[in-house]
């Protein structure tokens, strides 16, 4: 059983093969947070009464004990006076709380949380643990599932006011651990756009650290994410203990370190500029976040993540499957296109194995930059006189697949919509509306806002018969305000906009169940795992640079693995940094991500198309390790002049490594590579030289990268067991 309640104890111990969690009641009242780690059988008396020393008798609230126990829902105002995971404020106008057990149930699964995405509970077993203020009535339903194949917790919280006036919820966290010692670097991914999920790592000092957001969106500039690594944690060793939010809006992902040197790490939804009125009897329900635990270091704290994403989170037609390689027009053309470009652009890409051609923004009102038309999502026919249908039809007749790109929550001022709507876009009453991109933000949380959209882009990809859709999202939200709320409501738009993206995106996918949809945002500005539980992809940066890419996705692998990963070969000079690299590593590193192009093939020399035709064969060859093997970083391009990672398939008996070379200096010799996850006992040959390999050489010994002359130099080798 992966969830046993003691009841001499009063524990709740979660457990896998692999990974023990541990809470307690103290005083059968108060839930605290025994134990996160490898897994342990029992919970000694010694350690039960050093983390929880208080017994029902000496257990005394009015010497705020709570303030020095490791706790699993802290609130706040109450007796611990660090930050909570909720704070409510009452009808009087006070916010004290007092949560206390009142009952618990362990369910096999895990269920479906009301308006979010979150993961399915495939061989997961659930705790619902029920907490409750006995003066307001609140109820706090905490979730905590395990899972048996992966060594994850998620938890979430659902609130309910249970009582007889209305109450306010000034903070909804989903999840808080406590740490009994600081001694931890805190790793979390920052960015800008084009240069998305960078690395960075500090020391925990005593006090508030983190990040956050409070754009509406998860975002270029941060990520719900953050691990906490132990001392000597490193790539391939140590304890990672790491916390990933499923959701796509303002988040906070904070760590306070206390008088005590005990941590606490927590994350939701972002509490600044957010309330939620609850009527009796109405609930809140958190996003869920993913609790973490490995003794592998980073390496197999991402590979927990991967099976995660692969076995509980990604769903539809393409979720297990190999994608269609595609070339989207965007690159190529930007917004001048016209059908007969298009064509030619489609027939030359199948001509060189490409399988899908993907018309990106500029196809509808009169889009001829990005200064209008959002919203009217009607074919133009200027650029294609025989509309989407007519574009699709001839797409298809050449044997491909067709995709389109749509930007469903935007409205530019410019617009049929907007001159019949001024009201549906985010605004705050007469204030000036500050446009970004010369658009503003469709109010997602109105109904009749949402039917439009639903009922416009669904004609849209109708018309178009799409194989795929690439939906975008290119702004942050300034200036809130919604006329369809009420000043009280006011603090809701935030959460209430995400739960409005939600049900749009769930009911334009209902209608098209077999096709391929990939998020984006203005580059990988929504890449988190709310929207990889709707789409299995996303368009990870609009910086397509081979070099810069090998940051971005090495640091987007921490969390998310390569079949999500949106990855495409451009031109050179790079559109976004000026920089050359050869057509191969430019492949190498759209390998590691779903696989595309993105660039005008009519402008490439006669070789550079066989080359392209032959580099297709092999991504088709190695597709299904690539995207769902067993995932290892092996040298980081934030380290030094290198990047290499690789994917083992699960029967270890095919792996693809990727070597990448920023720099070239004269004089040097390549240093051996390390392989990882291989077995030992078998022989490999690499499909490219013909060489043979001992599995236990590669990994223990080491290969040694090509270093041809040349900057931006990639080597691949693709090792098949004998
Ligand atoms: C931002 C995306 O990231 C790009 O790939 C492209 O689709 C543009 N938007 C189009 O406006």
Not at 73 to 98: F, I, K, N, Q, S
Not at 358 to 364: E, K, R, S, T, Y
Not at 446 to 456: F, H, M, S
Not at 629 to 643: D, M, Q
């Amino acid at each position: 059983m992966p969830i046993i309640f003691e009841e001499s104890t009063r524990c709740f111990h979660l457990s896998n093969d692999r990974i023990s969690y541990i809470l307690r009641l103290a005083a059968g009242a108060y839930p605290l947070h025994l134990y996160w780690g490898r897994r342990v059988r029992t919970v000694s008396d010694d350690l039960l009464s050093r983390l929880c020393p208080y017994t029902d008798e000496s257990f005394s609230l009015h010497e705020t004990p709570l303030d020095l126990l490791p706790q699993e829902c802290p609130v706040m105002g109450g007796g611990d006076l660090r930050e909570g995971m909720l704070a409510v404020r009452h009808g009087d106008g006070t916010a004290a709380l007092d949560l206390r057990y009142a009952g618990h149930t362990i369910l096999d699964g895990k269920p479906a949380l009301p308006g979010l995405p979150c993961a399915r509970g495939e061989g997961a077993q659930t705790l619902l643990l029920t907490l409750r203020d006995a003066q307001s009535g609140l109820t706090v339903e905490l979730a905590h599932t395990i899972y048996a194949d992966t060594d994850i917790v998620a938890r979430s919280a659902r609130i309910v006011n249970g009582g007889t006036s209305p109450l306010v919820l000034e903070r909804a966290l989903s999840a808080c651990v406590d740490f009994e010692k600081a001694d931890f670097s805190l790793l979390t991914l920052s960015g800008a756009w084009a240069r998305e999920r960078q690395i960075a790592t500090r020391p925990l000092v005593q006090g508030d650290q983190g990040v956050s957001t409070t754009r509406g969106a998860s975002s270029v500039q941060t990520s719900p994410f953050l691990a906490l690594l132990a001392p000597g944690a490193n790539e391939t060793q140590g304890d990672v203990y790491a916390m990933a939010l499923c959701y796509s809006g303002s988040f906070a992902a904070s760590v306070q370190v206390d008088q005590h040197g005990m941590a606490r790490a927590q994350l939701g939804i972002q509490p600044v500029d957010f309330a939620w009125t609850l009527e009796p009897g109405a609930s809140f329900q958190t996003p869920e976040a993913y609790l973490c635990y490995s003794p592998e270091g980073l390496g197999g704290m991402s590979r927990q993540l991967h099976t995660l994403v692969h076995a509980h989170i990604t769903t539809g037609p393409y979720a297990r499957t190999n994608r269609p390689l595609l070339i989207n027009n965007w690159e190529a053309t930007y917004f001048g296109f016209d059908e007969e470009k298009l064509l030619s652009l489609a027939k030359t890409a199948h001509d060189v194995g490409i399988d899908l051609f993907v018309l990106d923004d500029g196809w509808f009102g009169h889009r001829d930059s990005d200064n209008s038309s959002l919203g009217d999502w009607v074919d133009d026919l200027r650029k294609l006189p025989h509309g989407l249908s007519g574009l699709s039809e001839k797409i298809h007749a050449l044997g491909m697949k067709f995709g389109l790109w749509v930007e469903p929550e935007m409205i530019s001022p410019d617009s049929d919509l907007y001159r019949a709507h001024p009201d549906w876009c985010i605004h705050a009453g007469n204030r000036m509306r500050i446009e970004s991109r010369h658009q503003l933000v469709l109010d997602l949380s109105r109904q009749d806002v949402r039917d439009y959209i639903v009922d416009a882009i669904s004609a849209a990809l109708r018309r178009g018969n799409v194989d795929y859709v690439k939906w975008d999202m290119n702004r942050n939200i300034n200036m809130w305000g919604s006329e369809a709320l009420p000043a009280a409501r006011q603090k809701e738009l935030g959460h209430r906009y995400i739960l409005g993206l939600y049900d749009i995106m769930r009911r334009v996918i209902a209608q098209f169940p077999d096709v391929l949809f990939e998020s984006c945002a203005g580059g990988g500005g929504r890449f988190d795992l709310g929207l990889m539980c709707l789409m299995p992809q996303a368009w990870c940066s609009d910086d397509t640079d081979a070099w810069m890419r090998c940051r971005i996705q090495y640091a987007t692998s921490l969390v998310f693995p390569p079949s999500t990963m949106g990855a495409h070969v451009s031109a050179v000079p790079n559109h976004q940094t000026g920089r050359i690299s050869p057509l191969e590593t430019r492949a190498a590193v759209a390998m590691g991500g779903t696989y595309g192009y993105e660039l005008d093939l009519g402008k490439l020399p006669r070789e550079e198309l066989e080359t392209i035709a032959r580099l297709n064969e092999r991504v088709k060859a190695m597709q299904t390790v690539l995207l769902y093997g067993t995932f290892y970083r092996l040298r980081s391009p934030f380290e030094g002049n290198e990047c290499a990672f690789m994917s083992v398939s699960p029967d270890r008996r095919e792996a693809v490594v990727t070597h990448v070379h920023a720099l070239a200096q004269p004089n040097t010799k390549p240093a051996l590579l390390r392989l990882a996850g291989l077995d030992p006992a078998l022989d490999y040959r690499d499909e490219e030289t013909g060489r043979v390999y001992g599995g236990d050489e590669l990994m223990y010994h080491g290969i040694a990268p090509k270093l041809p002359l040349g900057d931006y130099t990639a080597t691949q080798f693709h090792l098949l067991a004998l």
